[in-house]
């Protein structure tokens, strides 16, 4: 992570948040990036990541469903929906001194993507 980069005090931020939930970030567990999600912040993203957050949960057909939707690709798309989410809470959360991680672990989800 280059997270670093973002500004002064960006990566004390992001030490702190990582030694908690945010380790998600280092691990790339598909579980572990969708526990860190509300449903609220789900509902806010494309239908196909609704369908992701669905087989997090356990739904046994949202797996058939995102595939049909996507092709292969959709195995990966909790990068793309866990990158568009942090991107929706760094525009939450602009001013406050921590935005700049939120902004960080987006790029780092969409870099992945890529």
């Known amino acids: 992570m280059h997270c ?3 500004g002064e005090g960006t990566y004390a931020s992001y030490m702190a948040w990582n030694s908690g939930l945010g380790n998600v970030w280092h691990t790339r567990g598909n579980a ?3 526990s860190q999600m509300t449903e609220i912040e789900v509902k806010q993203l494309p ?3 609704m369908v992701k957050y669905r087989e ?4 046994a057909g949202a797996r058939g469903e995102g595939m049909a939707l996507m092709g292969p690709q959709y195995s990966n798309v909790h990068h793309y929906c866990g990158g568009l989410n942090y ?3 760094y525009y939450r959360n602009m001013g406050r001194r ?3 991680s939120y902004l960080a672990f987006a790029i780092s989800e969409f870099n992945y993507m890529v």
């Open 4 to 6: 670093w980069l973002i």
């Open 32 to 34: 572990d990036v969708w």
């Open 47 to 49: 239908n196909y990541c």
């Open 56 to 59: 997090q949960q356990g739904d």
């Open 87 to 89: 991107l929706n809470r």
């Open 98 to 100: 921590d935005a700049g």
